[in-house]
């Protein structure tokens, strides 16, 4: 019956996983989706220390499956039944009876190596059927990727979809006077857990940090007092770092290729700005736009052959399209007020984006040819959304109220499920790693 | 006027507070912000320091929304500041270019860097050795006014004009 793999993924090994095509199934495309009830009763254990586990791995499983708005995890002092253990079928009648559709029952043990083994099971309670079974061998203080881990199952055997759970977020740290403002890069987990600050914030301000999408590496802008801001690697393993090449002008706005290999950016010459492309192996430049307009804000579709950017060369800034050579560059939106940071989706059916006008800042999304504009977010200032690796919610930053300081904000891509996201502090440029590996 | 001088000598302090501090970051030229607070003595500004361009001449000068181009009442601060950095030739200067809270972070890097290049120029074509003048754009990064209204916002969009050495 369990198909047994065996993968070794970064130091999660997948010993089981099996999943049936599910009877129950969310359908995160549409806009009305009530929450499906499921039952997660806390993970079982052999002894106090693998049910203290079970307890805190269970508290982070929850936490993702509601914050992702799809599951209504039904409250625990409602369970009439405990499972004994994560092999044994439920009496499926005792979760009906509490509305559940779905239950998820899991398990740690302690492999006395200083791993656990999470195994988990998702049992469909309306047609009593296994929907999938999954275990990961881990290092035991490496139990919050675990609970992220089986998250992402869960919400894979539910909506066919990969998740997003077990990822970071790369984003500035503020503090200080609205005159003095103190601008550290920060990282942590997508839930907001383990935030760890990698820049002092003394020499000057980061701002617009990215991951990379294949290497443990972000680029960011330093920006400094007297000198023009550069565009910086920085390597999150080791924490060295290295300005990307030596320029007079001001280099911004970078942003990795798809296939982390280049990092397109916008580099100022003379007060102009126009888009480049740097080829990080051999460090080559390549000029994609020449404007006497500026031309910031570049992202990669994730096929590698279009660049979005936003240009003021028709009056006030809008968003482009181009090849990915720089010829061919069209204007895609045509809408009132000023569309700046183009971010093409992972899935590459879209293009998010901040929109002001008014006096108003929105987040939106838009096709890359320029139609089905939607927006799905408005405040004072919304501004520069990030995609989750799924291509189904969007992160960005809002200053809800003038000098109420910024936060960090998520939302489907369907306008639902508007939700802060916890940071230590004010925090602003959100940028969402890929799947970790 | 007065409030515009006191948050010059604000930031020149901080300027020389993070200049002393190390990093393991992406290097600072030690040297940022010196004598940019040389303060006004008892018989009026020390001649040729920060306070003095900035009774002399004005430090600062201010655009509309979304724009760079320079108004007649920039163009003549900034032929004040030509006047008297031809007086202080060993001079070296530093120019910011700065904007209100209304566009977008990288927008506004673009549209600072426009407005340090559009004093800078002016400044040069009234004779100003380029080789003086250091500019940067600040975006919206480094506003002077913490107020979110019209005022504020006409404060926060300008070109700021900052001694970094004066020579020899």
Not at chain 1, 328 to 345: A, C, E, L
Request: hydrophobic share 35%.
């Amino acid at each position: 019956m369990n198909r047994i793999i065996t993968a070794l993924i970064a130091g999660f090994a997948v010993v089981l996983s099996n999943a049936a095509e599910a009877r129950v199934s969310i359908d995160i495309t549409q806009g009305n989706v009530e929450p499906m009830p499921i039952a997660v009763p806390n993970f079982l254990g052999g002894d106090d220390s693998a049910r203290q586990l079970g307890v805190d791995i269970t508290e982070v499983l929850m936490n993702d499956l509601e914050r992702s708005g799809l599951f209504q995890v039904i409250d625990q002092r409602a369970y009439i039944e405990t499972p004994a253990t994560v092999n044994v079928r439920p009496t499926f009648a005792n979760w009906r009876i509490i509305n559940a559709q779905v239950l998820v029952v899991g398990e740690v043990e302690e492999l006395g190596d200083g791993r656990i083994q999470v195994s988990t099971r998702i049992w469909d309670v309306t047609s009593d059927e296994q929907l999938g079974a999954v275990a990961y061998k881990t290092p035991a203080d490496n139990w919050r990727r675990a609970s992220h881990k089986v998250a992402d199952f869960i919400y894979k055997t539910l909506t066919g979809e990969d998740g997003y759970f077990d990822t970071r977020v790369v984003f500035i740290h503020e503090t200080g006077a609205k005159d003095n403002r103190i601008k550290r890069l920060m990282i942590m987990d997508q839930d907001g857990a383990n935030p760890v600050p990698l820049t002092d914030g003394l020499n000057y301000k980061a701002l617009t940090p990215r991951f990379s999408p294949t290497q443990q590496q972000i680029t960011y802008m330093a920006l400094f007092d007297n000198r023009p801001g550069q565009v910086y690697l920085f390597n999150i393993e080791t924490g060295e770092q290295e300005p990307l090449g030596t320029f007079r002008g001001m280099t911004f706005a970078p942003r990795f290729s798809p296939d982390g290999r280049d990092v397109l950016m916008s580099i100022e010459r003379g007060g102009n700005s126009d888009v480049f492309k740097m080829d990080l192996a051999t460090r080559r430049l390549t000029r994609l736009t020449d404007n006497p307009a500026v031309d910031v804000s570049p992202s990669m579709s994730p096929d590698g052959r279009r660049i979005t950017f936003a240009s003021d060369r028709g009056g006030a800034p809008q968003m482009y399209v181009m090849n990915a050579d720089g010829t061919d560059q069209k204007r895609i939106s045509f809408g009132q007020g000023r569309y700046q940071t183009p971010v093409w989706s992972p899935r590459g059916d879209l293009i998010a984006f901040t929109r002001q006008y008014r006096g108003r800042f929105y987040i939106g999304v838009i096709r890359p040819d320029g139609t089905g504009e939607r927006l799905l977010t408005e405040s004072y200032l919304d501004e520069g959304p990030t995609w989750s690796p799924n291509g189904r919610v969007l992160m960005f930053f809002r200053e809800p109220r003038p000098g109420a300081g910024s936060a960090l904000w998520s939302v489907d891509l369907t306008g639902r499920n508007l939700r802060r996201v916890r940071t230590p502090g004010d925090a602003s440029d959100p940028a969402w790693s890929p799947m970790l590996p | 006027m007065k409030q515009i001088t006191k948050f010059a000598g604000v930031i020149a302090a901080l300027t020389l507070v993070s200049a002393c501090a190390t990093s393991s970051g992406p290097d600072v030229d030690a040297t940022a912000g010196a004598d940019a607070n040389a303060g006004a003595g008892p018989s009026g500004p020390v001649p040729g320091s920060q306070s003095d361009l900035e009774n002399a001449a004005g430090h600062r000068v201010y655009f509309a929304y979304d724009q760079y181009t320079l108004t007649p009442q920039a163009q003549a601060t900034l032929a004040k500041q030509a006047a008297w950095l031809q007086e202080y030739p060993e001079t070296r200067v530093k120019v910011a270019g700065n904007c209100d809270e209304r566009g977008t972070r990288e927008y506004n890097l673009a549209l600072g860097a426009r407005r340090a290049e559009a004093a800078r120029s002016y400044l040069v074509s009234l004779g100003v050795d380029a080789n003086r003048i250091t500019s940067v754009s600040y975006g919206k990064e480094r506003p002077i006014s913490t107020g979110s209204n019209e005022q504020a916002w006409a404060q926060n969009r300008n070109s700021t004009t900052t001694i970094e050495s004066v020579g020899s």
